[in-house]
């Protein structure tokens, strides 16, 4: 599940700064303490693969760098609790080459690097 997650946020973010990385990171968190259906309920890999569409993020190979890099900062948002969330409490996020409808209704939290985040 781990390798999942990290592949995830990987495919979403390359060439993202770091601080996109943990916003994407804390999202999918987000996602996972909500324990909803719609996300893929309580499990880490059917949240991954739940928005993944084309992506396949369980055959993605990840550079063996940025996977050591990964597992310092990941495993510390998944565990430590009082960490900042940069997606204030976000469920969604949408790159700006997005045009999505889903939007409607939701509220914005923040925008990071033109990636708007969102909850319901």
Partial sequence: NTHVL??????YTIGQPRFV????????????KANRPEF?????????????????PEEFYI?????????????????????????KGALYFRFPDENVVWIEGMVKT?????????KD
């Fill in 6 to 11: 990290q592949k995830t946020i990987y495919l």
């Fill in 63 to 87: 550079p063996e760098h940025k996977q050591i890099e990964m597992n310092k900062w990941l495993t510390k948002i998944w565990n430590d609790k009082s960490m900042y969330d940069p997606s």
């Fill in 21 to 32: 990385k943990h916003a994407i990171a804390f999202t999918l968190l987000n996602r996972y």
């Fill in 40 to 56: 893929g309920g309580h499990s880490i890999r059917d949240i991954c693969l739940q928005f993944s569409e084309n992506a396949q």
């Fill in 110 to 118: 923040t925008e990071i690097n033109k990636i708007e985040f969102y």
